[in-house]
């Protein structure tokens, strides 16, 4: 099928709630993919920072099938050793105490959330519930992850949003403090990198403030690294760039190299406020995400593998600050936002299409979420065309 017959029969069957690139995608192998017309592209957006190993790679991809062939699904209601091998390997290189798994970044903040205002309820009692999260943050699609956001912009349509969240200003102690004075807080949200918003890093002085701020008052820190998360900064978590511990932290995108997983992960204090019956999913840690997850940690924890990454979002670094019409690199690691100096994102990323490279964008900024497994010829493959788009 080309990709127009595919456009043609999606459009008449699929609700249009996405912006997309008029082109149906074949099939994938390493960093590069190909349409339905047989156009090949270099991929620098790894399906929004989800494909960690890139497409089909052997090891995920003979993991992932002998689970397939093994056991797909049961239940929650019974034990599975490859959901138990996941949460040990996955606890012990996050460093928390246990994890609850869903199926999307959303999902995952939303057990955050629960497990937040359920230790709170315990510990002090109904009216302790607010969560205070930051403007231009990004936490997800569902009502409450939604109002989580700190974004005017998604707080439209669907009222009535869930009450409860307040936001304070990235980067501003004073408006922090001022807030965290309210005795109904229960926790602070952040992202390390705020990804959606910007690509933009909170500075180390904000988070130390968070930390030492939340402490004495036993309100929790969630840290949201469900972009940054899963060796994306060059770290496994963008916290320990900070030399951070939130009391939780969530993941999902590239921890299951390209398979639908979220994880809630709790530090001890927190590893029994959901009880039997108070939270569950379907899907959630299901045995072929977690045989992926395994195949992705696999990877990460092979020797050198972190330190490639750093190397790697260095090269991407060094070269787009070259570039005469970069006007600033933001971001940790492999998650790069470009601000241009007179070209527009959306425009770029056409453009880039057309070369054959897929990016990304946030807000006015061309985003880099490239496979961890990008080689540095790919790189250079990726930045030759992209520089043909900024310097014409
Ligand atoms: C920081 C952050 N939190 C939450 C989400 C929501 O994840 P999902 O789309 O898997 O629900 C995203 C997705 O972009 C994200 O970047």
């Known amino acids: 099928m080309s990709s127009e017959n595919t456009i043609k029969k999606f ?11 008029p082109l149906a995608m074949k099939q994938g192998s390493g960093r590069r993919c190909e349409d339905e017309d047989g156009k090949q592209y270099i991929d620098f957006g790894s399906g929004i920072g989800t494909n960690s190993l890139g497409y089909c790679d052997e090891k995920w991809a003979d993991a992932v099938c002998a689970q397939v062939r093994t056991l797909q699904h049961n239940s929650n209601y019974y034990y599975t050793q490859v959901q138990a091998d996941f949460a040990e390997r996955l606890c012990a290189i996050a460093g928390y105490d246990k994890v609850f798994f869903g199926n999307s970044g959303a999902e995952a903040n939303e057990c955050a959330i629960k497990v937040a205002r359920k230790y709170s309820f315990d510990k002090y009692g109904k009216g302790r519930h607010t969560i205070i999260t930051l403007v231009n943050s990004f936490h997800g699609r569902t009502i409450a992850t939604l109002s989580a956001t700190g974004q005017d912009v998604f707080h439209n349509y669907f009222f009535p949003f869930v009450e409860g969240f307040v936001n304070v200003e990235a980067n501003n102690i004073d408006d922090l403090k001022a807030k965290l004075e309210d005795k109904t807080v229960c926790a602070v949200m952040l992202e390390y990198v705020q990804g959606e918003g910007g690509v933009n890093k909170l500075d180390k002085d904000f988070v130390d403030a968070v930390y030492e701020l939340c ?4 309100i929790l820190v969630i840290a949201d690294e469900i972009q940054t998360g899963v060796g994306r900064t060059g770290k496994f978590l963008a916290g320990d760039h900070y030399g951070k511990k939130a009391d939780i932290t969530t993941l999902a995108k590239g921890i299951a190299g390209g398979i639908p997983m979220g994880a809630c992960l709790v530090n001890e204090k927190l590893a029994g406020v959901l009880t039997a019956g108070t939270h569950g999913s379907t899907f959630g840690g299901n045995p072929i995400a977690c045989a992926g997850g395994l195949a ?19 090269h991407f670094r060094t070269r787009l600050e ?13 998650m790069i936002g470009i601000t241009l100096k007179s070209k527009k994102a959306a425009d ?16 006015e900024k061309v985003r880099l979420l490239p496979p961890l497994t990008i080689e540095v ?3 250079d493959a990726g930045l030759d065309l992209l520089f043909e788009i900024l310097e014409e």
Do not use: M, W
């Open 377 to 379: 010829s790919e790189i």
């Open 322 to 334: 070259k570039c005469s019409e970069v006007a600033g690199v933001s971001g940790l690691g492999l």
């Open 348 to 363: 770029v990323a056409k453009a880039a299409l057309d070369k054959g490279l897929l990016v990304l964008t946030a807000k």
């Open 11 to 21: 459009n008449e069957h699929v609700i249009q709630s996405y912006g997309r690139y």
């Open 215 to 218: 402490a004495p008052k036993d």
């Open 296 to 314: 992705v940690l696999d990877r990460i924890e092979s020797k050198g593998f972190l330190d490639d990454v750093c190397a790697k979002a260095e």
